[in-house]
Every structure is written in C-alpha cells, then in structure tokens.
C-alpha cells in the first residue's frame, strides 16, 4: 500500500474535512482505501467491535455495494488499518509534529470521539496528531483508551460498560487543558459529569493495559525518552514495562517522587519546623538527580516553591501546605500500589492505610494493653447484681471527631478551621471523607461524603491524612486516664468508652466526668464529651446532647422526659431501614414509639429488635458495662484492587491474606476451626458465573484473571489454650467432656475426634452439596468405609453427628448400629423388621430422638427391645383400658414412633436402673398425663413390674390378639392394628390397604392411604366373592372408628377422607358399599359435633 | 375431649389465637368481596401473604371484636366463632364457623413457632377456599358471632363489653357442612368450615 498516495489524499482534503463532519471524513477515507487496496483482501488483523455508531454503517453500506470484500468485517478490519496507516503518516508528517514543537504528552492515549464537541473531533485529532497521541475513527475496546464526548444519551448511560467497555469518558476539556499544561493531565477530574461515581481508580489499570497493548501497534517514537528508574521501581524491572506509554510513566514519576516525600509530609505534621525543612531538601535533591524528565522537574519545582513559601512564612502556609502534600499525596494513594499486580507488599499496604483496618484491630491492641483490667472487668460484672438501678452511674466517654481532632491538635491555627479526613485525595477527587470537625460539620460535610462534594459544600475545606502513630498514641492516653480513674472500663472503640462508676459511689459523678474530661484534655490535646446516666443506653444518648465537649446528666427522673421527644433514629440500633418502616407507622419519636404494645413491635419487626425497641423507648438496658462480645469469627478481605495475571500471583497473595489473618488471630490469642474463602468475582455473565461457580465448587481451579477480592474468614472462634495440642482433637474433647460426661474412654477418643473431624469436612461438602447441586464434588474418598468404623465410638457420637454421619452413609451406619445390637442383646428376638421401620423413622428426621438414646445405648439395650415388642403387640392392656383409650388419639398423633405410646409399656425396672438425667428426659418425652401412670406405676414395685413387662414381651400371635382387644383399638399403635388385620384377610382389597400402608401411610392417616388406593386399579371383585361381607363390615368399623377418632378435632381429615371415597366408589362396587353403610354414621357424627351434615362432593 | 376451666390460662396461646383470627376474618371479608378490594392492603402475617383492612372502621370492627374474645379464649370459653353473612333480607347465606378447641390443661410451654407453622397452613388454606363459597348476592352484609359454651358471667374487662348476648338466627334445617380446614397443635385445636343452607331450604 502506498502511503503517499493516502497521505496526498488527506493532504488535499485536509481543508475541506475540518469542516465537514466526521461521516463525510470516514466515507472519503473509506473511498481511498477501496481504491487502494482490492488486493488486500485478507487480514491477518482482528479487530472485534468494527462497527460503532450508526455514521460507520451507512458509509460502509454504501462502499460494500460494489467492493469485492468478502464480507463487512474484512472490509472494516482493511479500513481501520488504512485509517491508522493514514494517520501515522500524518503525524510524522512536518505539518504536525516538526512545525509545532509539541511534547507527545498524548502518548498513549488513543481517544475515540462520540457525538457533537466543543472542540470538533477533528480539532481534537489534530491535538492527538500534534502531541503524540492517537485518533480513532472507529471505536475498539483494544485500541481506545479515551473516549471524549460531552454529552451521553440516556440509553448509553444506563449501558454504560457496553457503551464504553469500562473506558473513560471524559469531557473534551481534558485535552485542551491537557495540552495547555503542556502535559498529561489525570482524566478523573474530566469525567463526564453523568458518569461522576464511576470508579476512577480503575483508571490506572487500563492505562496500564493500553501500554501493553501498544506494543503491537506500531508506534514510532518517544518511548526511549522513558527513565528505567521508574519502571524498576514498580514491576521489578520487567522489561515490558519499558514501552509504558507516557500516561502509565508519568503516574509513576509522580509516584516515585511523592515517595520519597512522604516520609517528611508525615514529619511536618509532628516535628518542628527546620529539622524538617533541611531534610525536605535534601529529598527534593535527591529527586532531582533521579529524575531528570521535564514533567518532573516541574513537580519538583514545584515541592521547592513550597518549600520556600514556608520558610518565608512559616505559621500562615501551613494548611496550604499540608493540602499541597496532601493533594500529593491523595493522588500518590490513588495511583500507586492500586493492585496486587504491582506491589508483592500489597496485602500489607493494603492494611496499612485502612481506616477500618485500624478500628477493627485496635481493640485487640487494647485487649493486650490492658488485659488485666478486661479480665477483671468481665468477672466483675458478672458477679454483680444491679441491685439498686437507682444509684447506678454509667458514663459514656467519647472524643469529639477524634480522628480529626488528633491530627489538628497541634495545629492550633486549624482549630476552628472545617477540617476533615480522608485516605487520600485531590480535591476534586471522588474520595470518602471519614472524620469531619465541628466547624466542618457546620457546613454540612459529613462522613462518608466525596471529597468532591464536601468542597462544593465548603470551599475551604482543609483535607487531612490519617496519622495512625498519633492515633494510637492518644487512644492509649485516653484509656490510661480511664483506667486509673474507674476500673470497671468497657471500650467502645478507640475513642468512645463505657465506664461504671456505681461502685466508686462518687457524690456527684459530674464532678468525676469533669475531671476525667479535663485531664483527658490535658493529656491528649483532644476534647471528649461525657454522658451520664443510669444505663448504657441513657449514657450514650446523653453524650449526644453533651457533644461538643461537654457533658450530660440525665437522672432517671429525667428519663421520660428526654427520650419523649426523642427521634427514634437518635437510639443505637435504629438505622435507616428500621426508621423508614416506623415512620410508616407515624412514629417518629420514642414517646410515639412507646404507645406501641411489646407484643406487636415483635410482630412487625421481629422477637429481638421488637424487644429492643420497647426497652429503649423507656430508656431500659439491661446491659453491663464491662461484658466485652468476643468476637465470632476473625477475618481479613480485600475487595479493591485485586489483579491477577496468573496462579502464582494468587497464591502469593493467598499467602500474604494468610499471614494476615493468623497475625490477627494471634493477636486475639484464639483458633478456629472454621474457614471461609470468600472470591467475589467481576462478571455479569451467566455464563461466566457458571463457569466460576463449577470450577469453584469443582476443583477450585478458577481463572485467577476473574478474582476481584478475596477474603479469608475464620469463624467459630474458640479460645487458644497453649496446653492442647491440635486444634481439632482438643475441641472435640472439651466439647464432649461439655455435652456428655459420660463415658470417655482414653482409646475412644482418638479414634472419635477421627471420626468427628471426618464429619466436620464432610458436613462441609454436604453443604456445598446443597448449595450447588452437584454430586460429583462429594469426596466420598474421605468417608472411611462403613466396616471401619468402630461402632463403640459411632454410639457414643453427639446426636448432631451421629445424625450427620448417618446421612453420609445413607442411613447405613443406624442399620449397622441395629446390626450390632441385635447381636449383642439376646433379651428378645424381633418378630417383625422393626430395624427398618426404625430406619425409615430416621431418615424422616425423626432420628434426633433415637439417636439420643443411642447416645446412651448401653443402658438402654433392654428398653428398646421393650420398645419393639410394644410396638408389635401395642394393646395388651398392662393398666386397664381405660388408659388406653386415653392414650390411643394421643398415640395417633403424636407419633412418637420411637418411645413407647405410654410408660405403661415401659418396663419400669429398666426405667428405674437408668441414670438420673436419661430417666428425666424419658419422662420427658412422654406426655404430661403419663406421668401420673409411671408415678403410680412405679409404686408397685420391681418385681412385679418385671412380671408385668414379660407379660409384654411375650410374643403373641397378632391375629389372636386382636380378637382379644376388642373393636375399639383398630387405630392403635404403629402400624395400627387395622393393617396386620387386613393383611391378614384373606380379601384382596383389605390386602391391598394394608399394603399402601405399608408403603405410603406410615403417618396413620387414613386419606393418605385413600389417595394412593384412588391411583390403584382396583380389580373388581366379585360381590359373591368369599368374605365380601365381612370385609364389608372390617372396612365399615375400621372408617367408624376413624370417625370417631377425629370427629373432634379434625373434620378436614374426615372430609378428605369421604371425598376420596366418593371417588374411589365411583369405580368400585365395594367401595361404594362401604361409603353408602358409613355415610349415615357419619352425618349422625357430623349432626352431633357440629350441628350440620357435611357436605360431600367428590 | 376433656376440658378443665380451672387451669391458669394460656395467655399467651390465646393471644396468638386472638391475632390469627383477626387476619383470619378480614381475609374471609376480603375473600367475600364484601368490600371493594380497594379496601385492603397487602400484608405479610406469619410470612404468608394476607390482607388488612384500610378502612379504620372496619379495621378497629374486627379488631376490637376478636380481641374482645380474648379472656373468654383463655377461659375456653368460646366454643365457636362464626363469620355470618346475610342477604338483604337478612337471612344467613354462609357462615364461617371457627371451632376452637382449647386444651387449658396442657402444661408445658406453647411452641410459638410451631403453632404459627399450623396457622399459616391454615391460612394458606382459607386464601384459596374461595371455590367452595358461593358468592355474595347484592345489598349483603356481615357480623361476627361468638358462641359460648356458657354465658359468661359480668365481666370486669372492658374488652367484653364490646360483646353483647344475641340470638342468632338459625336455619330451618341443619345446614351443610364443609370443612376448610383442621388444626390440631396442642394445645390448640382450630377447625374452620363452612356452613350453607341446606338444598331443600335455599329451594323454598
């Protein structure tokens, strides 16, 4: 292709095209590169994203009529190149680069134009041409770094990542301004102002990523101009970096030259003047010979102008001064480390400069500062009895803006200046303000405000850096002077503290506030205000009425008072959520809030908050000063700034977030035993989200690129006691000793905290289990086989994980219990298959109950034969009938298949033979009126409670035994002895009840069974057929007494019931013979209970 | 089933009682469309999604009828509670008969939870009952009904005096009975059908 055809091209039309627009400047230059280039029909290039904007198709359309390109992509692709080719040649060409001397400040920066701009796309070209940057006539997510418009639509707002694909839009004044500072300017600041809370530290990254990029795409010049220096610095001197576009290299001069001044911008703040300045210079020095380029000679210029504004006047610059640094230093921190990609320290920075960070470890700091004081806080407490609510004194010691106040202190000149704090920034930077002063708040600026808009509000603003040495050193002050004031101390925070003063039984406790209050000014230079009052709640809200510096008493006298015309959003506890749904309610103060009954609060807003908000509405709380809340789980995260490029990076930074977290848990002396890895990944796309989560689950094999954060968490936190060994094998242990103290044999437990730790992991895959859906990841391997298992040690396992276990092995390991206890206990043989009655009882959830027992198996062998043969022959009468009668409907619904229906069949003697505690929770399970049978029953003796319990025992022929109970119990006992009769019968419709019991009705109720029998084909029998009749009546009795049964107290049942057999009826003679002899009974029940017959529609 | 006056009274079980009877009812009067459905609102009761009168009249009706039941529930008192509706010519055309059923001996302490889990059933129910009732004709209205296995002495609680003994109306014949729903959680047992005329009658 011949370049100078293209460029005399563009030559020619160089004035038309600046004013025509950009489609008629994109349709010449198509038109030339038709011309030029048929034979180029095939690219080696790709370009994803050709086509943007509706100006690209039309011209495209037009020219593809009668190109011979094979299809538009091809086309677009030999366009672009053409169109870069084109404006290479331009910018080399003398009309731009020679003429006009301009520095290639854009280097690096590919904008893309979009829509109508004050200065036109082509002005803008032509500033790209002149100083070195790129111009793209077609948007591409790979060769774009900059898109400028001024104006969005609303639709590409709404879309903006399509829209942009995560670059910057940025208002055209960022080129012009950028060329008038002869450099490149951050763009944040120039974000279109629709986009404003956008991210725009992201920023860095792509800048960094276009640099790489650029390395393909031919470039020529200016890239040698780069200091080594400065790559060195960062990326450890990977060669790469050498080709760091000019935006990427100046981020870094910058960063390099702010760090070699912000040792001494921390220096400023607490050393004296000329120490300081000598040592300023020095730096400045050293800057100067490290970096030699224009732009930094201009920073550094710029340091030494503030330096020697200060030396000629010291006092008045000084908050000028600490913004420059500041603004230096802000957007230092918002460029530098940025990502786990540059800096191997980035965990560590990471920490360092948080805010949050500090809060949250503080308070183990503390706890090692005075851990003698929380010692005895915590036993004190708990041994003291609020005896006289009246003559408690609580207060509430709290800084005034503390984190603002320690930084000004030693500026008195700031005093009552608005000043806040922030981690960083410029001032139009989209930095979070944490800490405001009084003067500040004035203004409106509050914490947790943009930087930005705090300025809106107060132009004057001073800006501070955190100085986390200073607040250290005065949190420390501050709980010295408490400490030696009151012993009973309960932090807060680090500037806000509980104290209980009851015991001090101080005359005036404002005397003591006072002086605590003073000295704590006199020692820290800090102001604190004091609430005073009887609890903790109403020593906190006092504190809110004596801050600033000042202090509060509210007598208890005074307490309705106050809090009457209280805002309910004033009270801890109450956020915005809470307030928003009051206010709902047309409740706004805590006087409003207290006409609202205890009962309905917990209605609408739970059992917890309910209740605290009915207490603190009457300024209760129950709290004690000194009842510390340990922590429930320890963890370190990071959610900004995490890049990987490959595995490596990530388990560097897994093990630096390691390290991290077991510096924190040595730092509260505690272990877990519990881990969380949390990854939040950056994606929006199900798919991608699927992927991630398969993986994730899978084999934790995710594509590291995806990770955006990740946090480690331990929870279930337990003390760290330096005697036991491991952490697994001495938890189990103590638990244990905690929950049983029975049976610890030295053998066993090891082989049970094998156990247990296996249950642990697996309960662990169960849950992932369920919340992926995937069997596949259950590592089964894990499980030792079910033959290994020491079944000692199984039976002695904590329900909660004899339960676990057995759902791991499929209900197998209760079969395997069974088994062995079987072969143990010869007291009695099951006729029947209760183990797998059993077994479904267990898997039905109910196994809690057995597995208690199983817990005490031993002991228990003898009763659970009991058990058996109860359920096998349930209504020997033992008491008399009368006592069963009572029993059966209970029987029917409890359902306690596992306990005996009632102690009347529980052999006493056994009962008596058990330990105090099983005999108490026997008893318990049974219902309350049975009490009174085991009372008296008890009475009679051992051996003739012995005798009794054979009578039980002995194994009678079921059909037999019916004869003898009578009509009256065919509902009785499980199964009810209705189903042994009918699968005794000789009549196959009975058999077939009995055999849908079996399988489906192990509820006991009969309209279950209806419903299967209605999806049974039922072959008609013959009405001549033997036992017809009998049947018949079987069938009658077994539903009259059914009637009887529930008539009382569940006619839905019934209902149910009669509407299945209507249906069933409708396809079988002898249903229909029944429903027909039982209706009338039913109506007379129906009549005599409720006074109406039922309305039956199948 | 056996029932002793003399116990303590479960006040608490009755409260709860009290409370799914006034959603109870207002959900009949909404399922009714008695009112326009603009009258009521949305609402979350036991995680189950009910209706709740806007109209305070209505609203403080229900309320301060239901919750006037409330010592007499703890005494066991009520046998029934019924939601009467009439026609113009003032003759019951639906009734909804709550049964209630208070085990005043049983001792250990009410399972809030699992007694809210029987009721929400219960409500879950009555919300898609609507096919068994028989609409409304026009010009209707509608009362609520307490019967009382024995008339309660003068009662010291305000409450009660928003009760007041009537006679109800009866149909000629025992009317047809269609269960809705059973509840049976110690130591509550609530059972709420239906009760139409019976054939014969609404044919005369």
């Given at each position: 292709m011949s370049s100078g055809s293209s460029r005399s091209a563009n030559s020619g039309q160089k004035l038309k095209r600046s004013f025509n627009s950009i489609q008629s400047n994109s349709t010449n230059n198509s038109n030339t590169s038709v011309n030029n280039n048929k034979k180029n029909k095939k690219s080696n290039q790709k370009t994803l994203g050709v086509a943007w904007g509706s100006n690209s198709l039309s011209s495209s359309r037009s020219s593809f009529r009668n190109s011979p390109f094979s299809d538009f992509g091809s086309y677009m692709v030999e366009k672009n190149r053409k169109l870069q080719n084109q404006f290479d040649a331009e910018a080399s060409s003398s009309s731009y680069s020679a003429s006009t001397s301009g520095r290639p400040i854009f280097q690096g920066v590919s904008i893309f134009v979009d829509g109508f701009t004050v200065p036109s796309s082509q002005e803008l070209r032509g500033y790209m041409l002149k100083y070195g940057g790129r111009f793209e006539n077609y948007f591409s997510r790979h060769r774009v770094t900059h898109?400028?418009?001024?104006?969005?639509?609303?639709?590409?707002?709404?879309?903006?990542?399509?829209?942009?694909?995560?670059l910057p839009v940025v208002k055209p004044a960022w080129v012009l301004d950028s060329v008038a500072a002869n450099k490149l300017l951050s763009w944040v600041p120039y974000q279109l102002d629709q986009l404003a809370n956008n991210q725009p530290k992201l920023s860095y990254f792509f800048a960094l990523k276009r640099c790489h990029f650029s390395e393909d795409a031919s470039i020529p010049t200016f890239y040698q101009a780069k200091p080594e220096t400065v790559d060195s610095s960062l990326n450890n001197g990977s060669s790469k970096n050498a080709d760091l576009s000019e935006q990427g290299g100046s981020v870094q001069h910058e960063w390099q030259i702010r760090v070699e001044i912000e040792d001494p911008v921390v220096a400023v703040m607490n050393e004296k003047m000329t120490e300081q300045q000598s040592s300023f210079t020095g730096k400045s020095c050293e800057v100067d010979t490290l970096e030699p380029s224009n732009a930094d000679a201009e920073i550094e210029s710029c340091v030494k102008d503030e330096l020697q504004s200060r030396t000629h006047e010291p006092s008045p610059s000084i908050s000028s001064y600490c913004v420059e640094n500041r603004d230096m230093k802000g957007s230092m921190s918002s460029k530098k480390s940025h990502s786990t990609l540059g800096d191997p320290n980035f965990v560590e920075n990471y920490f360092k400069s948080s805010r949050l960070h500090f809060i949250g470890t503080w308070r183990h700091r503390y706890r090692k500062r005075f851990p003698s004081c929380s010692e005895f806080k915590c036993t004190s407490s708990s041994l003291k009895v609020p005896s006289d609510a009246q003559r408690t004194?609580?207060?509430?010691?709290?800084?005034?803006?503390?984190?603002?106040?320690?930084?000004?202190?030693?500026?008195?000149?700031?005093?009552?200046k608005p000043v806040a704090i922030c981690h960083s920034d410029s001032v139009k930077g989209t930095a979070e303000i944490s800490s405001a002063n009084y003067p500040a708040r004035d203004y409106g600026v509050k914490a947790g405000m943009f930087v930005r808009d705090a300025k809106a509000l107060c132009p004057h603003l001073v800006i501070c850096p955190y100085n986390f040495e200073a607040y250290e050193e005065v949190a420390d002050q501050f709980y010295n002077i408490l400490h030696k004031h009151c012993t009973r101390v309960q932090a807060v925070s680090c500037d806000e503290a509980f104290l209980d003063v009851t015991y001090l039984e101080v005359e005036d406790p404002e005397i003591l506030a006072s002086k605590i209050r003073k000295e704590i000014f006199e020692t820290t230079g800090c102001t604190a205000s004091t609430g005073i009052a009887g609890n903790?709640?109403?020593?906190?809200?006092?504190?809110?009425?004596?801050?600033?510096?000042?202090?509060?008493y509210i007598p208890p006298q005074r307490v309705d008072d106050y809090l009457h015309h209280l805002p309910i959003k004033a009270l801890p506890g109450i956020g915005h959520v809470l307030e928003e749904k009051l206010r709902k309610q047309n409740i706004r103060t805590c006087g409003q809030l207290r006409m609202i009954s205890k009962d309905s609060l917990q209605k609408d807003f739970g059992v917890k908050t309910g209740e605290m908000l009915w207490n603190y509405s009457r300024g209760i709380d129950n709290r004690q000063v000194g009842l510390i809340q340990e922590s429930k789980s320890i963890g370190a995260e990071v959610n900004w700034g995490v890049r990987f490029r490959d595995l490596k990076d990530s388990h560097h930074f897994l093990l630096n977030l390691c390290k991290e977290v077991s510096l924190r848990l040595q730092g509260c002396g505690v272990q877990g035993r519990n881990f969380t890895l949390k990854v939040p990944v950056a994606t929006d796309d199900v798919e991608v989200l699927q992927r991630i989560t398969k993986q994730l689950f899978g084999s934790f094999h995710f594509d590291v690129k995806d990770i955006r954060g990740i946090g480690l968490q331990v929870s279930k936190l337990e003390n760290a006691d330096p005697n036991k060994q491991g952490i697994e094998r001495n938890t189990l242990k103590s638990w244990l000793t905690s929950t049983s103290a029975s049976t610890e044999e030295k053998s066993n437990i090891s082989r049970m905290s094998e156990g247990g730790t296996?249950?642990?992991?697996?309960?662990?895959?169960?849950?992932?289990?369920?919340?992926?859906g995937q069997d596949s990841l259950n590592?089964?391997?894990?499980?030792?086989?079910?033959?290994?298992?020491?079944?000692?040690?199984?039976?002695?396992l904590p329900p909660e994980l004899f339960s676990e276990l057995n759902g791991i092995y499929g209900g197998k390991l209760f079969?395997?219990?069974?088994?062995?206890?079987?072969?143990?206990?010869?007291?009695?043989?099951?006729?029947?298959?209760?183990?797998?009655?059993?077994?479904?009882?267990?898997?039905?959830?109910?196994?809690?109950?057995?597995?208690?027992?199983?817990?005490?198996?031993?002991?228990?062998?003898?009763?659970k034969a009991q058990q058996c043969a109860v359920e096998e022959v349930p209504a020997v009468p033992v008491l008399g009938a009368g006592l069963f009668n009572e029993a059966i409907p209970n029987l029917v619904r409890d359902k306690i298949d596992l306990m005996p229906s009632s102690l009347s069949q529980v052999d006493t003697s056994v009962l008596q033979q058990l330990p105090e505690p099983l005999r108490a929770d026997i008893l318990e399970l049974l219902p309350a009126h049975r009490r009174q049978a085991f009372s008296s029953n008890a009475t009679l003796g051992p051996s003739e409670n012995l005798q009794e319990s054979m009578g039980t025992k002995i194994p009678e022929n079921p059909a037999g035994s019916i004869d003898a109970v009578g009509n009256n119990n065919l509902w009785v006992g499980n199964p009810p002895l209705w189903v042994d009769k009918f699968k005794a019968s000789n009549f196959l419709i009975l058999n077939m009840l009995a055999d849908i019991y079996h399988k489906y009705g192990s509820t006991g109720n009969l309209s279950q069974i209806l419903q299967h029998t209605v999806s049974v084909t039922v072959h008609p029998p013959d009405a001549s057929s033997d036992g017809w009749d009998e049947a018949i009546d079987n069938l009658c009795e077994l539903l009259r007494q059914y009637i009887k049964l529930n008539i009382e107290v569940d006619i839905e049942e019934i209902y149910v019931c009669f509407r299945l057999l209507r249906r069933i009826m409708a396809k079988s003679e002898f249903f229909l013979e029944v429903y027909n002899t039982v209706i009338p009974y039913l109506q007379t029940s129906v009549g005599q209970n409720y006074g109406g017959r039922m309305h039956v529609t199948s | 089933m056996e029932r002793s006056e003399v116990q303590s009274p479960q006040g608490e079980t009755a409260r709860i009682l009290v409370e799914f009877l006034e959603v109870a009812v207002t959900s009949i009067v909404f399922l009714k469309e008695v009112y326009p459905a603009g009258a009521f609102e949305r609402r979350r009761y036991m995680n189950v999604v009910v209706q709740r009168a806007r109209h305070p009249e209505l609203r403080e009706y229900i309320h301060s009828a239901v919750n006037g039941l409330l010592p007499f529930i703890q005494k066991g008192q009520v046998e029934r509670v019924a939601v009467i509706f009439f026609n113009a010519d003032n003759i019951p055309v639906e009734r909804y008969i709550f049964k209630l059923m208070f085990n005043q001996s049983y001792g250990s302490k009410v399972e809030e939870g699992e007694l809210e889990f029987s009721l929400r059933s219960f409500l879950t129910k009555l919300l898609v009952s609507q096919s068994l009732s028989k609409v409304l004709p026009n010009g209707c209205r509608w009362e609520i009904t307490a019967y009382f296995r024995s008339l309660p002495q003068v009662d010291t609680s305000k409450d009660a005096e928003f009760w007041i003994p009537t006679n109800t109306q009866q149909w000629q014949q025992p009317p047809l009975i269609t269960p809705i729903k059973s509840m049976n959680s110690d130591p509550l047992n609530v059972q709420l059908y239906l009760e139409h005329p019976s054939f014969s009658e609404t044919k005369s």
């Open positions: 898109i400028i418009c001024s104006n969005l639509p609303d639709s590409k707002i709404k879309n903006l990542r399509s829209f942009s694909g995560g004194a609580i207060f509430h010691v709290d800084m005034d803006c503390f984190f603002v106040s320690v930084i000004i202190r030693n500026h008195p000149e700031l005093q009552d903790m709640l109403m020593a906190r809200l006092a504190t809110r009425t004596a801050k600033p510096n000042g202090q509060c296996d249950a642990i992991q697996l309960s662990v895959q169960m849950d992932l289990n369920l919340s992926t590592q089964v391997s894990a499980v030792p086989p079910l033959c290994d298992l020491d079944v000692g040690v199984i039976e002695n079969d395997l219990i069974t088994k062995n206890r079987d072969k143990s206990d010869n007291i009695s043989s099951y006729s029947s298959n209760p183990p797998h009655e059993l077994e479904g009882a267990l898997n039905e959830g109910r196994g809690s109950l057995f597995s208690e027992l199983v817990n005490l198996n031993e002991e228990l062998v003898a009763m | -």
